[in-house]
């Protein structure tokens, strides 16, 4: 065999592996982005449970006021009763007025502190509302959550059994290839975000789009040697 056709053999097996470790590079990325988007999931999740925590304690707080409130009214309702009672036993009108005078200023405050009262209610019930559709929010997103990760989970197995069948591809191509070539193919590969083999497009490189120097693409066309981009250094070929 002549050198030519060693070359030529080679690229044209190295055109197959490019294809495969393409596909390899592909889905190692996709790989790679799993567990960020697992990281997002967890995050709106975490954002559900915050938004509980937040609705609880807004819930709990209405109903501390409205007890408050409730204890307020009933110290006042006792006050009026006192001061009925203190009403049987006065001996004068100007303190009987005085007395009645009071109570009218109580039960003036207590109807206000009634209208309070209602407001308070229906925040409670209101927030109450809330705070299940929180609860039922953060039950979603938790089964939500669950269900990406499983999915995740699968995907990540089939991925990992297609690169496994990929490589074992690659590597009966790569058996055929010369063993310097492999290595520079295999450096380039690492380094170029899974291209190591691209054509040339006319006169430029199509990966990088370099015009390069003539002598390099007679070079390339004469498949004498392993040629490469002098700009981003992946292999060279011409498409027949
Ligand atoms: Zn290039």
Known sequence: MTETT???????ILKQVQVLDKEIYDLTQELLSIPGKISACELLCEEAKKQV??????HKDFQLKQKEKELELSEKEEQIRKFQGQL??????KEYSAIQHEIASVKADNSLLEETILVLM??????ARGLAQGRENEKQEEKKLQDQKAEFKKTEESFRKKIDELQAQKKELMNQVAPETAVLYEKILAKKSGVALVPIEGENCSSCHMTLRAQVVNEVRLLEAIV?????????????
Not at 53 to 58: C, F, I, M
Not at 228 to 240: D, F, G, T, W
């Open 53 to 58: 925590k937040d609705l609880e304690k807004q």
């Open 122 to 127: 229906d925040d409670v019930e209101k927030s």
């Open 6 to 12: 060693k070359i030529q053999q080679d690229i044209e």
């Open 228 to 240: 490469v981009c002098e700009n981003c250094s992946r292999i060279l070929y011409e498409q027949k």
């Open 88 to 93: 049987t036993q006065v001996k004068t009108n």
